[in-house]
């Protein structure tokens, strides 16, 4: 099939791409000609596991083409995919006038039927506003479909080779019958396409993302409720994740979630239940526990060094003058996406506290300069940080931070002492080596 991708950020790159590697002619297409410069000359802006080798691989074959041109992206296309950002206003609402001037412009330049699909995350009755935007710059017969995206940072190829499910939200049976066939590579017995009405597809991405939210917040609730009675939240939750009912997916303590989606989406549907003058108050709960989750791992650093450190001049902070090294930035492991990530927060407030902070990301190192420029040390390697660190707090669980090596680590830093805001590293050696562990509820 002819298809094209209107942005080339996250969502849209890995959408067109991987629609390319099933044997479409797919053009992607931004108003941002840097990026599309960089894409061209085979740079890929985003960090995604797998996708760069395969953009390359689809533009040597002629399947996969970037262009500024909003014209040449319609008019040679049959099914046009909108997938551009929907930032949150003041309120936490989603705003549409990025979606809504898009769909102005696939208008202007229809030249016979087309399936626009909203790819975007956008808020029930977007699907009605998008149909509305388009026909008032054409007169030719179009579908609007919603299909909301499942992907996951880190493992967003994979989630759409193989998705658990792909959601088709039409009024149109053509406008179905196509996109199945869209989608037929990639769920080869069909079973795993559900088709809806539109609102409730724009319901379903929203209701998803609240749930996967809703449980993060609630295992992060139980951990301080652990930390407070002595319990250990690790064996509680694989005694809560062994009942089928409830499952280990995102039931992991930790610093809480952030990155583009959860936070946004949140804001997003508490306001659009107000609008229908419904109380979300589960969902203000979520978003307000995560929230304060984020300031968990600073208060115990406090905490631990009020308690343990020298007596310090009056009115002279307890991390006044302490290097705090700092293994994770991104917000979630294999991304550089450092959206709303709970290290922004935490080294805020060391920073301000007045501790000097010694970081190391695998691959977020540049978009944390964009952020801290100069104001903390941004070191080439994790032992590198560890350089006369007072302390270590990890803040994201990447695989390579999981079985260090204590003796060096012990070596490098002017204190043994460890803040686990992942609860990934081995309690009982660290403390074998002479350690002194803090985790998210552990005992």
């Known amino acids: 099939m002819r298809i094209s991708v209107i942005g080339t950020g996250y969502v849209g790159l890995v959408t067109g791409t991987c629609l390319a590697e099933s044997g479409n002619d797919v053009i992607c297409m931004d108003i941002d000609a840097g990026?599309?410069?960089?894409?061209?000359?085979?740079?890929?802006?985003?960090?995604e596991p797998g996708l760069e080798e395969l953009i390359k691989r689809n533009v040597a074959h002629g399947r996969l083409s970037f262009t500024t041109e909003m014209?040449?992206?319609?008019?040679?296309?049959?099914?046009?995919?909108?997938?551009v950002g929907t930032p949150p206003g003041e309120d936490g609402s989603a705003d549409l006038k990025y979606v809504l001037a898009v769909a102005r412009d696939i208008g202007k330049h229809l030249n016979g039927y087309k399936i626009v699909v909203n790819k975007s995350t956008v808020p029930v009755g977007t699907g009605d506003k998008v149909r509305a935007a388009v026909a008032s710059r054409t007169r030719h017969a179009f579908d609007v479909v919603s299909n909301p995206e499942f992907l996951k940072e880190g493992a967003a190829v994979e989630d759409f080779m193989s998705p658990d499910r792909v959601v088709i939200g039409a009024e149109s049976a053509?406008?179905?019958?196509?996109?199945?066939?869209?989608?037929?590579?990639?769920?080869?017995?069909?079973?795993?396409?559900l088709v809806m009405d539109i609102r409730s597809a724009e319901m379903t991405k929203y209701a998803s993302?609240?749930?996967?939210?809703?449980?993060?917040?609630?295992?992060?609730?139980?951990a301080n409720i652990c930390g407070g009675l002595g319990a250990d939240i690790d064996s509680v939750r694989k005694g809560m994740g062994y009942d089928k009912?409830?499952?280990?997916?995102?039931?992991?303590?930790?610093?809480?979630?952030?990155?583009?989606?959860?936070?946004?989406?949140?804001k997003a549907l508490v306001q659009t239940a107000k609008q229908v003058g419904v109380d979300a108050r589960v969902l203000k709960a979520v978003e307000a526990v995560n929230d304060r989750q984020k300031s968990v791992l600073y208060e115990k650093i406090v905490d631990h060094f009020t308690r343990t450190g020298a007596k310090r001049p009056a009115g002279k902070q307890p991390l006044?003058?302490?290097?705090?090294?700092?293994?994770?930035?991104?917000?979630?492991?294999?991304?550089?996406d450092m959206r709303e990530a709970p290290s922004i927060v935490i080294i805020k407030k060391l920073l301000k506290a007045g501790a000097e902070v010694k970081a190391h990301d695998p691959v977020a190192m540049d978009e944390a300069y964009k952020i801290f420029k100069n104001g903390?040390?941004?070191?080439?390697?994790?032992?590198?940080?560890?350089?006369?660190?007072?302390?270590?707090?990890?803040v994201t669980e990447w695989n390579e931070f999981r079985t260090p090596d204590f003796v060096r680590m012990k070596k490098l830093m002017r204190t043994p002492v460890v803040f686990d805001g992942r609860n990934i590293l081995n309690r009982e050696e660290l403390q074998k080596f002479g350690f002194r562990y803090y985790g998210i509820g552990r005992r």
Do not use: H
Not at 39 to 44: F, H, K, M
């Open 245 to 266: 009912r409830i499952g280990f997916e995102f039931l992991f303590p930790g610093v809480g979630y952030g990155g583009s989606c959860f936070p946004k989406d949140v």
């Open 174 to 193: 053509k406008a179905v019958r196509i996109m199945a066939e869209l989608y037929s590579s990639f769920t080869r017995k069909g079973d795993r396409i």
């Open 209 to 222: 993302n609240a749930m996967l939210a809703t449980k993060i917040s609630f295992i992060n609730e139980l």
């Open 35 to 47: 990026k599309i410069e960089q894409l061209n000359a085979g740079r890929v802006p985003i960090y």
């Open 71 to 83: 014209k040449r992206a319609v008019t040679r296309s049959e099914i046009i995919f909108i997938a």
């Open 376 to 394: 903390i040390f941004l070191a080439p390697d994790s032992y590198e940080a560890l350089k006369g660190a007072d302390a270590l707090a990890l």
């Open 320 to 336: 006044a003058g302490r290097t705090i090294a700092v293994w994770g930035l991104s917000f979630k492991p294999r991304t550089d």
